[in-house]
């Protein structure tokens, strides 16, 4: 296991230590596309201190239509996802799907994480366990934070206790989701690390033209109000262009204003701890 993982997993509590950062594009793109995104965080991370990881799904496969982008071929993604690791030195998330992409995605990558939707799915769950990779398990649009202690120990139960819990917002009404902040401190009781997905927060799915919307005016917004919870990472998409990007373009934020955003979460967290 990767330092930095091993170091998050060796906290007795939760909630008090530096923030850790999960970013990256929401899908690769490219091959250069991707090694260019995380060397650029890597720099503002190494001279903010905050532990990178860096994130981007090797395939997209809950688009909303049919002819949207979903990758560049799955094994060829899961190389390059193992290359920019090595490269870096960093540890590096992706999402799969179903049981049967655990192990090969697991060649890749050090943390599978369970979208969303997918977080009750037993068989994909136990096999993601079973690769002996950190699980993280973003928490449903439909699910209270009392019910994730469920989806946890479903990791746990298969001999697994790398496990992450991410907040991602709760669906309000068919369009918009909105962030309780009192889930934070719950999901943490269940002594694993919690992340708060900023930009997936502020998604506007359900849009009439097929494409999600999202508020990424907000970004800062709701990256403060979580590190002033306590929340232990942060994750965000973000690209050079987000206007450009092949998947989730709508609520990414531009790479170019990471810096300010990230030394702004620092200075919050100094100051409560």
């Given at each position: 296991?990767?330092?930095?993982?091993?170091?998050?997993?060796?906290?007795?509590?939760?909630?008090?230590e530096p923030f850790f950062l999960i970013?990256?594009?929401?899908?690769?793109?490219?091959?250069?596309?991707?090694?260019?995104?995380?060397?650029?965080?890597?720099?503002?991370?190494h001279k903010l201190g905050i532990p990178y990881i860096f994130k981007a799904s090797y395939k997209?496969?809950?688009?909303?239509?049919v002819d949207s982008f979903t990758g560049i071929g799955d094994q060829k993604a899961i190389s390059i996802l193992g290359d920019i690791g090595k490269t870096f030195d960093i540890p590096v998330l992706t999402d799969i799907h179903t049981a049967e992409e655990a192990e090969m995605a697991a060649e890749g990558a050090d943390i599978l994480q369970i979208p969303a939707f997918l977080c009750r799915q037993t068989e994909l769950l136990v096999a993601a366990a079973q690769t002996g990779k950190v699980v993280n398990i973003k928490k449903g649009q439909f699910l209270s934070p009392e019910a994730m202690v469920f989806a946890i120990e479903k990791v746990r139960s298969s001999g697994n206790d790398f496990v992450m819990a991410t907040e991602r917002g709760t669906t309000f009404g068919y369009g918009d989701l909105v962030v309780d902040f009192r889930g934070i401190p719950k999901m943490q009781s269940f002594q694993v690390p919690v992340v708060l997905d900023v930009t997936h927060s502020l998604q506007q799915p359900n849009r009439s033209a097929g494409v999600t919307g999202g508020l990424p005016h907000l970004i800062q917004t709701i990256a403060r109000a979580g590190i002033a919870a306590g929340v232990d990472g942060i994750f965000l998409e973000t690209h050079p262009k987000p206007e450009t990007a092949l998947s989730d373009g709508a609520n990414m934020l531009p790479i170019q204003q990471l810096e300010a955003l990230l030394t702004s979460l620092t200075k919050i967290r100094k100051a409560l701890f």
């Open positions: 296991m990767h330092a930095i993982l091993e170091s998050l997993f060796s906290k007795e509590k939760y909630g008090n970013a990256g594009p929401c899908v690769l793109e490219d091959e250069m596309m991707g090694f260019r995104i995380a060397e650029k965080i890597m720099e503002l991370t997209k496969a809950n688009r909303t239509r």
